[in-house]
């Protein structure tokens, strides 16, 4: 037992050492949002794991300052503005505002990876599995669960690409410039995208809650974007239509594309619709370079097509974290500071290159070094142009960031 104490403290002091080091010599005052002096921040620190919070800042050196002192594995600011930042209670604080924020992460979507390399462990049994954790133990029935979760090429695609959709939705359907959006990688598994401008600053939650319900699709109203009958003929959006009409299209077209038999019995289509759209398959998809497919198929009606068309907005919506966006007090991460479970910085990525983005590499806060690890176990990873295979109890040399990140995931400890 001493030992293993031992093993942590060395662990945990050298991974606050490179933290600290970071936040000395690299940590910039181009990072600091705007409005400064009115944001309330925080900090969770490595070894406590308590939240310090409703710290106000005038200067960036008092920041600075403030972060080489505490050494925290995570820091965050309001997306609030403040009359009173510092003051601990909200109440007293004076909002007058506060950003835009979205925050999508792989752990709100389900992706197939995460039964390769998700841990989470019943806190009261120690039963365990893979892939998203249950509310409830299934060998227990407690409810405080452990995560482990890994960050691989998937998860961080993933991720990408529904940001790339919400990103589409922010400018085509709500009219935001690439110059009024800044999007970050958060250093761990996802992205954040802030909107600071005036216009949206005074929005209250239930404002917010309906630009939510858009961009995750739902309440849409189907006979409002196209899908209707007039005079007994049933009509569809096209690709080409504005707003979600055009996105129904899209995503329909996409269901239909990949999809089985099974996956339309899932629907509860009658097996009357499920044959026609099998046996005319071919035709439907051909039939969007026309008209659309929405009265070409005999058998296949109004509340077929609206099961269908469900299926293409789950495809077309952008999965967010509805409560980071409605929260108007909300903290989030500093862009440039240093992830506690990667040792990857948040990113500013600009909007035209966020395809091009590698956040495994273009985020990588050290650059050289390197530290002796013994490994406990973890799966393939890549940091930068490397990648390393699975290792399982084993003492290896690694570069600083590919050994930081798996200290911080908790896969190894600094070797004797």
Same mark, same amino acid.
């Given at each position: 037992?001493?030992?293993?104490?031992?093993?942590?403290?060395?662990?945990?002091?050298?991974?606050?050492?490179?933290?600290?080091?970071?936040?000395?010599?690299?940590?910039?005052?181009?990072?600091?949002?705007?409005?400064?002096?009115?944001?309330?921040?925080?900090?969770?620190?490595?070894?406590?794991?308590?939240?310090?919070?409703?710290?106000?800042?005038?200067?960036?050196?008092?920041?600075?300052?403030?972060?080489?002192?505490?050494?925290?594995?995570?820091?965050?600011?309001?997306?609030?503005?403040?009359?009173?930042?510092?003051?601990?209670?909200?109440?007293?604080?004076?909002?007058?505002?506060?950003?835009?924020?979205?925050?999508?992460?792989?752990?709100?979507?389900?992706?197939?990876?995460?039964?390769?390399?998700?841990?989470?462990?019943?806190?009261?049994?120690?039963?365990?599995?893979?892939?998203?954790?249950?509310?409830?133990?299934?060998?227990?029935?407690?409810?405080?669960?452990?995560?482990?979760?890994?960050?691989?090429?998937?998860?961080?695609?993933?991720?990408?690409?529904?940001?790339?959709?919400?990103?589409?939705?922010?400018?085509?359907?709500?009219?935001?410039?690439?110059?009024?959006?800044?999007?970050?990688?958060s250093g761990h598994r996802g992205y954040h995208v802030?909107?600071?401008?005036?216009?949206?600053?005074?929005?209250?939650?239930?404002?917010?809650?309906?630009?939510?319900?858009?961009?995750?699709?739902?309440?849409?109203?189907?006979?409002?974007?196209?899908?209707?009958?007039?005079?007994?003929?049933?009509?569809?959006?096209?690709?080409?239509?504005?707003?979600?009409?055009?996105?129904?299209?899209?995503?329909?077209?996409?269901?239909?594309?990949?999809?089985?038999?099974? @996956?339309? +019995?899932?629907? *509860? !289509?009658?097996? &009357?619709?499920?044959?026609?759209?099998?046996?005319?398959?071919?035709?439907? %998809?051909?039939?969007?370079?026309?008209?659309?497919?929405?009265?070409?198929?005999?058998?296949?009606?109004?509340?077929?097509?609206?099961k269908i068309v469900e299926q293409g907005i789950e495809?077309?919506?952008?999965?967010?974290?509805?409560?980071?966006?409605?929260?108007?007090?909300?903290?989030?991460?500093?862009?440039?500071?240093?992830?506690?479970?990667?040792?990857?910085?948040?990113?500013?990525?600009?909007?035209?290159?966020?395809?091009?983005?590698?956040?495994?590499?273009?985020?990588?806060?050290?650059?050289?070094?390197?530290?002796?690890?013994?490994?406990?176990?973890?799966?393939?990873?890549?940091?930068? @142009?490397? +990648?390393?295979? *699975? !290792?399982?109890? &084993?003492?290896?040399?690694?570069?600083?960031?590919?050994?930081?990140?798996? %200290?911080?995931?908790?896969?190894?400890?600094?070797?004797?």
């Amino acid at each position: 037992m001493i030992v293993e104490i031992e093993m942590l403290s060395k662990t945990l002091k050298f991974v606050q050492e490179k933290f600290l080091e970071y936040y000395k010599d690299s940590f910039q005052e181009t990072w600091v949002p705007s409005l400064f002096e009115n944001r309330e921040f925080g900090v969770l620190l490595f070894k406590e794991k308590i939240m310090v919070r409703h710290r106000s800042f005038q200067q960036f050196d008092e920041l600075k300052g403030f972060l080489c002192e505490l050494v925290p594995s995570d820091v965050y600011y309001s997306s609030a503005y403040y009359e009173e930042p510092s003051a601990s209670e909200m109440g007293e604080k004076g909002w007058f505002g506060a950003d835009l924020i979205f925050d999508i992460d792989a752990d709100h979507i389900p992706t197939p990876c995460e039964k390769v390399h998700d841990v989470w462990v019943c806190s009261n049994c120690n039963f365990s599995d893979r892939g998203v954790a249950p509310e409830k133990c299934p060998s227990c029935g407690a409810q405080k669960i452990d995560t482990k979760t890994w960050v691989c090429e998937v998860c961080l695609e993933t991720t990408k690409r529904e940001t790339m959709k919400l990103l589409d939705m922010l400018t085509s359907d709500f009219g935001f410039s690439a110059k009024e959006m800044k999007v970050y990688f958060s250093g761990h598994r996802g992205y954040h995208v802030h909107v600071e401008e005036e216009s949206v600053r005074n929005l209250d939650q239930i404002a917010r809650r309906e630009i939510v319900d858009y961009i995750v699709g739902i309440g849409l109203d189907m006979d409002i974007h196209g899908l209707k009958v007039i005079d007994q003929r049933l009509v569809g959006p096209d690709f080409s239509d504005v707003g979600w009409g055009g996105r129904i299209a899209r995503g329909t077209y996409e269901f239909l594309l990949n999809s089985s038999s099974q @996956d339309l +019995e899932r629907l *509860g !289509l009658q097996r &009357r619709a499920i044959d026609a759209i099998v046996k005319y398959k071919s035709e439907i %998809l051909e039939s969007w370079k026309e008209r659309g497919p929405w009265n070409i198929v005999k058998g296949v009606g109004l509340a077929s097509w609206q099961k269908i068309v469900e299926q293409g907005i789950e495809l077309q919506s952008a999965k967010i974290d509805t409560v980071v966006t409605t929260d108007i007090h909300r903290l989030i991460r500093l862009d440039g500071t240093l992830h506690g479970k990667t040792g990857l910085k948040k990113t500013e990525v600009s909007v035209a290159g966020i395809d091009g983005f590698d956040p495994l590499k273009d985020a990588v806060a050290f650059k050289q070094g390197a530290v002796e690890v013994f490994v406990h176990e973890s799966p393939k990873f890549r940091i930068g @142009d490397t +990648e390393y295979e *699975g !290792l399982k109890e &084993r003492k290896v040399e690694l570069p600083i960031a590919a050994g930081l990140f798996l %200290l911080c995931k908790g896969a190894a400890e600094v070797a004797t």
